[in-house]
Each structure stands twice: as structure tokens, then as C-alpha cells.
């Protein structure tokens, strides 16, 4: 698949308008109510997600975002990978996988046991990407999104 003009970048302080406006775009596409965890993300990464030890990841395209993913701590020293996106005219570039591997090497090289998700079961394309990289099921568990009724991990 072609990604040759594609890299995956850490997030920078000028990537903050397309992480929140990527995130909002998926979840109000998807008939999805801003809830307040996602809020919180998207408005301020730094604090809630980088200055806690996690990681966020910017797809570029001819150097513009196309696409993100963050991982967020976890108590278990895992991580949760969260506010997957890719653009619809980027589909097909491989880019989900990709930032799925960067996250997951990344989680490696921090030598965390997991990654884990919560998602929804209308994000049919998303859990098949899940489960070809690796991802199992898992029973419900609490969580602070109203919208989650699928949990996954995949095991490091």
C-alpha cells in the first residue's frame, strides 16, 4: 500500500487544532455526544494525556494531519490506545495500522504489559483492525464513556 508520503509523527503544540478537530470530526460523524473525558483530551492533551506519561501520534500526509491516535497510562503500567482517527480521503494508506505499530512500540520500549480500548460496536472497520493486529475481547468493564460497549486488549 502507498505510504511513501506519509509519516507518523509525536504531537506536537501545533498539532492541537487538528488532534481536537480529527476527533470531533469521527464522533459527531458517528452520531457520538461529546462526552466529558473526551473533552478533556481534546482540549488540553498536555495535561491529560502527555504530562501523565502517555503519547500522542499525528499522521502527516504532504505534511499536513490526517490522522492520530494517543495512549493513555493505565494503573497496570499498560495503556489505553484512544482517539483513533484517519481522515477519509487518507483511508487506504495503511495509516491505522501504522499508528497502531507506533503506539504499540512505543508501549514496548516502556515496558508495559498491555494496550487495551474501549470502543463502540458500529466501529465495525476500527474493530477489524483491532482484531487483525492482535487485539481479544474482553468482558464489560466500567467505563466513563456512555457510547463503549466493546473492550479489547492485545497482550505484549
Not at 490522522?67 to 481522515?87: F, P, Q, R
Not at 515496558?111 to 458500529?122: C, D, I, M, Q, S
Not at 483491532?130 to 466500567?142: A, E, M, S
Request: overall charge negative.
Amino acid at each position: 500500500m502507498p505510504t511513501a508520503d506519509a509519516t507518523i509523527e509525536p504531537y506536537r503544540p501545533d498539532h492541537a487544532d487538528a488532534w481536537r478537530s480529527l476527533n470531533e470530526d469521527w464522533l459527531i460523524a458517528g452520531g457520538y455526544a461529546l462526552e466529558p473525558k473526551d473533552l478533556l483530551v481534546l482540549t488540553d492533551p498536555q495535561g491529560a494525556i502527555l504530562d501523565k506519561g502517555g503519547a500522542i501520534f499525528i499522521a502527516e500526509r504532504d505534511g499536513a494531519p490526517v490522522g492520530c491516535c494517543s495512549l493513555m497510562t493505565m494503573a497496570d503500567g499498560g495503556y489505553e490506545v484512544g482517539k483513533m482517527a484517519v481522515l477519509e480521503k487518507a483511508r487506504g494508506l495503511n495509516l491505522g495500522w501504522r499508528l497502531l505499530e507506533t503506539c504499540e512500540g512505543h508501549a514496548r520500549a516502556n515496558g508495559a504489559p498491555r494496550l487495551y480500548l474501549e470502543t463502540n460496536k458500529a466501529q465495525t472497520h476500527a474493530i477489524a483492525l483491532y482484531r487483525r493486529f492482535g487485539f481479544v475481547d474482553l468482558p464489560p468493564r466500567p467505563s466513563p464513556y456512555v457510547r463503549c460497549d466493546v473492550w479489547m486488549e492485545k497482550r505484549l
